[in-house]
């Protein structure tokens, strides 16, 4: 009798033991959301299509396996992407596996058919015990990758030591692709020099947002930044110095290539510009052959004594003070030459040659240029891309226009079957300063803090252009004042972000009231990378759940 009792009393004891183990195994496996990653689901920039959350958790672990399947060249890279990125932070060596099985704690890319991702969609699906990104191409892939690394916490981006952070990421589905094909930022490494570890850094911040085009601003009054071994002096004599006077560089054709594949690695598209027929003078100074003859009419130095004088070294800010002569044939030997090295060590579609400011090129000799470069551009197999000054040249449908300033230009451009993208100064102007205090940065479009740079719509900015014709979006950033990568940063962020955003999300719904708070949260990850950004007074950036939760004062108008 007794020992039945005690019998029954450890049968009792074990089962409520079992049940208390079980329903901790299920607790630990139902983990609600947090509400940090909640808002890092809720967060993400630039917005995806769809985002909806099924309020559980999965945790990254050190057994978490990264699985790809299919054999499409590619996918295998962008396992390989994800595994390192992942490393640093939190001292996972993740294994990789392609066998495509999808077994628990994995994190799963395959190839799908999915008609409506279109070439860079993907879908992601976070469950308590999987993560499965799909996607029709590798591109789509890497673009789910990166949406991966917002949903984790910031700590992530730590690539010098391991982070004390619990991974975890909220359950629930995201289905995405954008709206442009054109997603990009243009860098003058002219003005000033920036090498290649700096442009690499560049490539990283713009492709966290999705960017896709780098459009690099390699020639232009001061400086020319590119080895073109048929001209040697290009780059020996015209890349000796800089706006103020610094010992300025230019990228050997190795260098070059570096940057292609570095940029090819993180799906961007490197656009090389060569600025003709204006912004010329670092060549004219290089090769006196260049310079123009007496036919075209040059005013004395005497008569501007402050003016520049073209063929002699530069390193001021003015422009359109130099041109290339068109009834040179040694003209058309030079950019036949530079063209063709160029479109040699460029694996992308385009080759840029500028077309801008060319205030002392006569007209009927600036459409000349323009359009011969096409031709010469297309017999290297390339499209041409120049700023909206070449809309007055025979543009066709196979031309892409930069719209920068002109309503006109753009307008024509489009009338001539061209192709557009849009760069309008007043909006996304990168080198603009914010405010009258800003430390950098020109304003002669505009002063554009944050709020300005993000409200605006490629499709509604100039009248009279059909929505098939425009591309995307770039936002330039000119290096007159820019000399450090902390200036770079500095005029970059917070505004880069939203240009991303424009680029990529849809325009219903887009609101700056809603966007700022999802941007202030980015700024944990910035301070991570080490990003010195500009602390806007527009962002209201104590918002991260703790602050929220403090009720924390919210206006912080410190500026870095
Ligand atoms: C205009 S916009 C330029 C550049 C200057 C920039 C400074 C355009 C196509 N040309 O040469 O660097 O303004 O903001």
């Known amino acids: ?41 809720e967060g993400i920039i630039p917005k ?25 060249e590619g996918v295998d890279n962008v396992a390989r992407f994800l595994i390192d990125k992942l490393k640093p932070a939190t001292g996972f060596n993740l294994e990789k596996s392609s066998d495509g099985k999808e077994g628990k704690n994995s994190i799963l890319l395959s190839i799908s058919k999915d008609a409506e991702l279109g070439a860079e969609g993907y879908e992601l699906t976070v469950s308590e015990d999987q993560i499965k990104i799909t996607a029709n191409s590798p591109v789509g892939l890497y673009w789910g990758a990166q949406t991966l690394r917002q949903l984790l916490p910031a700590e992530i981006e730590n690539s010098k030591s391991a ?8 359950t629930g589905t995201i289905r995405d692709y954008p709206r442009y094909s054109w997603r990009g930022s243009m860098l003058d490494v002219s003005r000033h020099f920036f090498g290649v570890e700096d442009v690499k850094r560049y490539i990283d911040l713009i492709s966290l947002y999705k960017m896709n085009v780098l459009h690099l601003h390699i020639s232009d009054d001061q400086g020319w930044r590119i080895e073109i071994k048929s001209w040697p ?30 940029a ?7 656009i090389p510009e060569i600025d003709m027929p204006g912004h010329i003078n670092a060549a004219l100074v290089s090769y006196k052959e260049l310079n123009p003859g007496p036919s075209i009419n040059r005013e004395p130095a005497s008569a501007r004594p402050n003016r520049p004088v073209a063929g002699q070294v530069y390193t001021g800010t003015e422009v359109g003070f130099s041109t290339l002569d068109v009834r040179k044939e040694v003209t058309f030997k030079f950019v036949n030459d530079v063209l063709r090295e160029l479109a040699a060590i460029t694996p992308g579609p385009y080759l840029h040659i500028g077309g801008d400011e060319a205030a002392v090129t006569k007209k009927p000799d600036y459409i000349a240029f323009i359009n011969r470069f096409k031709d010469i551009v297309k017999a290297n197999g390339k499209r041409m891309v120049g700023w909206e000054e070449i809309a ?38 990168l080198d603009m300063q914010y405010d ?21 719509d490629p499709a509604t900015r100039v009248d009279g252009i059909d929505a098939s014709q425009i591309l995307g979006v770039e ?36 609101d700056w009231n809603e966007y700022k708070v999802r941007l202030a949260n980015q700024a944990e990850r910035w301070d991570v990378l080490d990003i010195d950004y500009y602390r806007s007074p527009k962002v209201p950036w104590d918002t991260s759940v703790d602050q929220q939760d403090n009720k924390k004062d919210t206006t912080s108008t410190a500026s870095k």
């Open 1 to 41: 009798m007794f020992y039945t009792r005690l019998k029954t009393i450890r049968i009792v004891y074990v089962t409520a033991g079992l049940l208390a183990g079980l329903f901790l195994v299920s607790c630990e496996r139902n983990k609600s959301t947090s509400p940090e990653a909640r808002q890092r689901f």
């Open 48 to 72: 995806p299509v769809s985002a909806n959350m099924t309020g559980n958790t999965f945790t990254l672990t050190e057994d978490t396996k990264v699985v790809t399947s299919g054999s499409v």
């Open 163 to 170: 982070a004390n952070a619990s991974w975890e990421i909220a």
């Open 233 to 262: 002096n290009l780059a020996n004599i015209g890349g000796r110095t800089q706006v103020g006077g610094g010992k300025g560089g230019y990228y050997t054709q190795e260098d070059y290539k570096e940057i292609v594949n570095y």
């Open 264 to 270: 090819s690695s993180r799906h961007i598209t490197i």
């Open 392 to 429: 007055q040249g025979d543009v066709d449908s196979t031309v892409i226009v930069q719209h920068w300033h002109s309503q006109q230009y753009a307008r024509m451009a489009a009338e001539k079957g061209a192709k557009l993208i849009f760069s309008p100064a007043q909006k996304v102007y």
């Open 436 to 456: 009258s205090t800003s430390k950098l940065g020109l304003h002669w479009a505009a002063y554009i803090e944050v709020d300005s740079s993000y409200m605006w």
């Open 475 to 510: 936002a330039p950033l000119w290096s007159e004042t820019v000399v450090t990568m902390d200036d770079i940063e500095y005029l970059v962020f917070p505004r880069l972000p939203g240009v991303a955003e424009i680029g990529w999300s849809k325009s219903d719904g887009r």
